[in-house]
């Protein structure tokens, strides 16, 4: 069993940057790949990036390849992602998940957290 909670996000400008982090507790945080999804109104969640067990292997959606990075600590049961160069496009609840692989389907997790807000102003 793991709980998330996602901090970090707020209002930035365009060209801005961004650090979220995921804070887990329950079994240990090591046990999961962890994924970062996001959600803007009227659309449906999609993947943005995901990070392997021990932090060795990382995966990125195309509209932010290249702008951000997932880390993880898992001595302090943490996972960041970090976006650079934020465009208004960026804007939505942006969501943890721990699961078994880092993979971009939803399906591929186990666990979330309840979100945290990030809001790019043109």
């Known amino acids: 069993q793991v709980q998330l909670v996602e901090s970090g996000g707020g209002l930035v400008q365009a060209g801005g940057s961004l650090r979220l982090s995921c804070a887990a507790s329950g079994r240990t945080f090591s046990s999961y790949a962890m994924g970062w999804f996001r959600q803007a109104p009227g659309k449906e969640r999609e993947f943005v990036a995901a990070?392997?067990?021990?932090?060795?292997?990382?995966y990125y959606a195309e509209s932010v390849k290249g702008r951000s990075t997932v880390s993880r600590d898992n001595d302090k049961n943490t996972v960041y992602l970090e976006m650079k160069r934020l465009t208004p496009e960026d804007t939505a609840f942006y969501y943890c998940?721990?699961?078994?692989?880092?993979?971009?389907?939803?399906?591929?997790?186990?666990?979330w957290g309840q979100g945290t807000q990030v809001t790019v102003s043109a």
């Open positions: 990070i392997s067990r021990s932090g060795g292997s990382t």
């Open positions: 998940a721990a699961g078994r692989k880092y993979m971009a389907a939803m399906t591929s997790y186990d666990y």
